[in-house]
């Protein structure tokens, strides 16, 4: 069943970022970041995370769970820390993806030649 | 006068995209990618006994891996001007636009090509992330306390 739901999430976030970028003029870039904001947002009231209890790895595959991530990260630490806490956690739970993001880009970078 | 019969030739030769058959298409590929993703924190998390929060971990560092191969081998760029948003949107994005960047201006050096232009697409993601979930945080924050 969660496999469903992960379909159906997942999905309905990428048709939406391609209606935006088939009827507007915003390009692909525009659309990410504008998903990361909403990301963000929706972690505020705790909605993402039951978007995540509901859809699984379905909702933490698009880019949204990024900014919700970062949010859950800022204010997990927030907790813990206080105001300095907001600038403590950002990266505690992305800085995987983008560690990884860059090391495996950079050696590839290395190895590979650019086609066009 | 001009103007306009240029512009109707310009739409009458550009070819028209089909808009619904976009949607679609990116409503399947970006399940496709969530199904995946789901499959693999199940994979993961049987296979090695890992709680799920690490396991989530995992996979978003295979799916990074794997679209960062597949950059480099040339043929992801095909894929995403078929699937579109079906790939932009999730996790796969994000590295493909590293790892386009980083392959682009290799030959402008190490540091100053590489270094300086890796992020080039997908440092905006990181900074509105930043700057949106810390400005999301404090009004958190300061509701909590008044």
Same mark, same amino acid.
């Given at each position: 069943? &969660?496999?469903?739901?992960?379909?159906?999430?997942?999905?309905?976030?990428?048709? &939406?970022?391609? $209606?935006?970028?088939?009827?507007?003029? $915003?390009? !692909?870039?525009?659309?990410?970041? $504008?998903?990361?904001?909403?990301?963000?947002?929706?972690?505020?009231?705790?909605?993402?995370?039951?978007?995540?209890?509901?859809?699984?790895?379905?909702?933490?595959? !698009?880019?949204?769970?990024?900014?919700?991530?970062?949010?859950?990260?800022?204010?997990?630490?927030?907790?813990?820390?206080?105001?300095?806490?907001?600038?403590?956690? !950002?990266?505690?739970?992305?800085?995987?993806?983008?560690?990884?993001? &860059?090391?495996?880009?950079?050696?590839?970078?290395?190895?590979?030649? !650019?086609?066009? | 006068?001009?103007?306009?019969?240029?512009?109707?030739?310009?739409?009458?030769?550009?070819?028209?995209?089909?808009?619904?058959?976009?949607?679609?298409?990116?409503?399947?590929?970006?399940?496709?990618?969530?199904?995946?993703?789901?499959?693999?924190?199940?994979?993961?998390?049987?296979?090695?006994?890992?709680?799920?929060?690490?396991?989530?971990?995992?996979?978003?560092?295979?799916?990074?891996?794997?679209?960062?191969?597949?950059?480099?081998?040339?043929?992801?760029?095909?894929?995403?001007?078929?699937?579109?948003?079906?790939?932009?949107?999730?996790?796969?994005?994000?590295?493909?636009?590293?790892?386009?960047?980083?392959?682009?201006?290799?030959?402008?050096?190490?540091?100053?090509?590489?270094?300086?232009?890796?992020?080039?697409?997908?440092?905006?993601?990181?900074?509105?992330?930043?700057?949106?979930?810390?400005?999301?945080?404090?009004?958190?924050?300061?509701?909590?306390?008044?």
């Amino acid at each position: 069943m &969660i496999y469903l739901n992960a379909f159906l999430f997942a999905g309905f976030v990428c048709m &939406i970022g391609q $209606l935006i970028l088939d009827n507007t003029k $915003l390009t !692909p870039g525009h659309i990410t970041c $504008l998903f990361v904001v909403i990301g963000a947002f929706l972690d505020v009231f705790n909605i993402y995370d039951k978007i995540v209890l509901w859809a699984g790895g379905g909702a933490l595959v !698009p880019i949204t769970s990024f900014g919700h991530l970062i949010t859950h990260g800022s204010l997990a630490a927030a907790d813990q820390y206080g105001i300095m806490g907001l600038l403590i956690g !950002p990266f505690d739970l992305t800085s995987a993806g983008i560690s990884a993001a &860059i090391i495996i880009s950079f050696i590839f970078a290395l190895i590979f030649k !650019p086609r066009d | 006068m001009e103007k306009n019969k240029y512009k109707q030739i310009v739409d009458k030769v550009s070819p028209k995209e089909d808009k619904l058959y976009n949607a679609i298409i990116a409503f399947l590929i970006g399940g496709l990618m969530g199904i995946i993703g789901q499959f693999l924190i199940e994979f993961y998390s049987y296979k090695f006994g890992i709680p799920t929060k690490e396991a989530t971990v995992c996979m978003i560092v295979t799916l990074i891996f794997f679209s960062c191969l597949f950059t480099s081998l040339g043929f992801f760029d095909k894929l995403v001007s078929f699937a579109k948003c079906g790939l932009i949107i999730p996790i796969t994005g994000f590295a493909h636009a590293t790892q386009s960047a980083a392959l682009e201006y290799k030959k402008e050096g190490l540091v100053t090509g590489i270094g300086a232009n890796m992020l080039k697409l997908s440092g905006a993601v990181v900074i509105f992330g930043v700057v949106s979930a810390y400005v999301f945080s404090l009004i958190r924050m300061l509701l909590g306390v008044i």
